[in-house]
C-alpha cells in the first residue's frame, strides 16, 4: 500500500528557506521517477520538480528553476525539496508523488496529506 508522509513545511518570511522531506513506502520508491506538487487556493495542482530513479535527472518549472533543488535518497526511500529565496507566491500545500521525467505529472492515486508552506512577511 502507497504511503508517501511529507513534512517540513512552515511559515517562513521571503527570501528564506525551507527544505521538505517526503518519507515514501509500499512501492519500490528507487525505481520511479519522483515529483514534488503543490496546490495553492483557487488553483490547479502544479508539478514544480522532477527527479529520475537515480537521481541524475532533475527538472524544474521555470517558477522555481534556480530557487529550489530536488534531489532523493534511495537508502531512505526519501525524496526531499531544498527552497531558497522564496516567494509569497510559492504559498502552497506541498505534496510529493510519482511522475514522469521532464514534470509529467504521471501520481499514484493516493495523496499524502501535505506540507503547508506560507511565505510572507
Known amino acids: 500500500q502507497v504511503q508517501l508522509v511529507e513534512s517540513g513545511g512552515g511559515l517562513v518570511q521571503p527570501g528564506g528557506s525551507l527544505r521538505l522531506s517526503c518519507a515514501a513506502s509500499g512501492f519500490t520508491f528507487s525505481s520511479y521517477t519522483m515529483g514534488w506538487y503543490r496546490q495553492a487556493p483557487g488553483n490547479e495542482r502544479e508539478l514544480v520538480a522532477t527527479i529520475s530513479p537515480s537521481g541524475g535527472l532533475t527538472n524544474y518549472g521555470d517558477s522555481v528553476k534556480g530557487r529550489f533543488t530536488i534531489s532523493r535518497d534511495n537508502a531512505k526511500n526519501t525524496l526531499y525539496l531544498q527552497m531558497n529565496s522564496l516567494k509569497p507566491e510559492d504559498t502552497a500545500v506541498y505534496y510529493c508523488?510519482?511522475?514522469?521525467?521532464?514534470?509529467?505529472?504521471?501520481?499514484?492515486?493516493?495523496w499524502g496529506q501535505g506540507t503547508q508552506v506560507t511565505v510572507s512577511s
Open positions: 508523488n510519482k511522475a514522469g521525467v521532464g514534470l509529467i505529472k504521471r501520481p499514484f492515486d493516493y
